[in-house]
């Protein structure tokens, strides 16, 4: 009943939600709930899927100031690049997630040899941010599980029961169950400030980074430009992918804080 109770959460809509409580903006903690979904798009293949949910820290000085890490962790992250440079901002973000992929025809029972197999990501991540208000370095550890672990299964046929939709077959085929480790780096630059004109203007923001793991490997690179009325002063849109959550404010004059 528990598990159906947080998967009817999941399923209740799309929003992406960022609260901070009314205390100062360094010494506020960000929720974030993140729910993408093939449906929009009128599709059901490939990443059909997601869910995430993110809790950020307040600015840190050092990531040693955090009461949230133990000893041991803070003596490890105290390593990475970029967390003795002076200056810089830092957050913590610590997520629970879960990705579901699916092959394009999901009526068959039979094992489809050539297209996405059925699949599930179930893990747990910690991402540790340096920034100023023009670059952005992340670095973030996932770890979890593939396969029937994953629970994507009985997040499915949840969802699609609920709406009445007809259940994938060819959940027998999915991939075998396989704990996964994966290391990210993702680096942003804001190469066009924001320029306005009585709250309404533009910014670009640059990507590239890759991870490394048994679960996924890659690089990628890209850039958003953004338009619209008072932009947060964040680095852009925030994906359910590795070291997409980086919407903690990168300065305080961000319009969600009010005085």
């Given at each position: 009943?528990?598990?159906?109770?947080?998967?009817?959460?999941?399923?209740?809509?799309?929003?992406?939600?960022?609260?901070?409580?009314?205390?100062?903006?360094?010494?506020?903690?960000?929720?974030?709930?993140?729910?993408?979904?093939?449906?929009?798009?009128?599709?059901?293949?490939?990443?059909?899927?997601?869910?995430?949910?993110?809790?950020?820290?307040?600015?840190?000085?050092?990531?040693?100031?955090?009461?949230?890490?133990?000893?041991?962790?803070?003596?490890?992250?105290?390593?990475?690049?970029?967390?003795?440079?002076?200056?810089?901002?830092?957050?913590?973000?610590?997520?629970?997630?879960?990705?579901?992929?699916?092959?394009?025809?999901?009526?068959?029972?039979?094992?489809?040899?050539?297209?996405?197999?059925?699949?599930?990501?179930?893990?747990?991540?910690?991402?540790?941010?340096?920034?100023?208000?023009?670059?952005?370095?992340?670095?973030?550890?996932?770890?979890?599980?593939?396969?029937?672990?994953?629970?994507?299964?009985?997040?499915?046929?949840?969802?699609?029961?609920?709406?009445?939709?007809?259940?994938?077959r060819g959940w027998d085929n999915q991939l075998k169950d396989e704990p996964g480790l994966a290391l990210i780096y993702d680096h942003?630059?804001?190469?066009?400030?924001?320029?306005?004109?009585?709250?309404?203007?533009?910014?670009?923001?640059?990507?590239?980074?890759?991870?490394?793991?048994?679960?996924?490997?890659?690089?990628?690179?890209?850039?958003?430009?953004?338009?619209?009325?008072?932009?947060?002063?964040?680095?852009?849109?925030?994906?359910?992918?590795?070291?997409?959550?980086?919407?903690?404010?990168?300065?305080?004059?961000?319009?969600?804080?009010?005085?």
């Open positions: 009943m528990t598990l159906r109770f947080f998967l009817l959460v999941f399923c209740l809509g799309s929003f992406d939600n960022v609260h901070a409580d009314h205390h100062a903006p360094d010494k506020s903690w960000t929720f974030t709930f993140r729910f993408e979904n093939d449906l929009f798009a009128g599709t059901d293949r490939h990443y059909t899927n997601g869910i995430k949910l993110s809790f950020i820290s307040p600015d840190l000085t050092r990531f040693r100031d955090s009461d949230k890490l133990p000893e041991w962790g803070k003596r490890i992250v105290s390593h990475l690049p970029y967390s003795q440079v002076e200056g810089l901002q830092r957050n913590i973000v610590f997520s629970i997630g879960q990705n579901m992929y699916t092959p394009s025809d999901i009526r068959t029972r039979e094992l489809i040899k050539n297209d996405r197999p059925y699949a599930g990501w179930l893990y747990g991540s910690a991402a540790f941010h340096n920034k100023d208000y023009r670059h952005l370095d992340t670095f973030e550890i996932q770890a979890g599980f593939v396969g029937p672990l994953s629970l994507a299964e009985e997040a499915q046929n949840f969802i699609h029961d609920l709406r009445g939709i007809d259940r994938a942003k630059d804001r190469v066009i400030t924001p320029v306005t004109l009585k709250g309404f203007g533009f910014d670009a923001i640059t990507h590239y980074g890759g991870a490394l793991g048994n679960v996924f490997t890659y690089a990628n690179a890209g850039m958003e430009m953004r338009i619209g009325w008072n932009l947060p002063s964040d680095f852009g849109t925030s994906l359910i992918r590795p070291g997409g959550e980086t919407n903690a404010p990168a300065a305080t004059m961000d319009p969600r804080f009010e005085e």
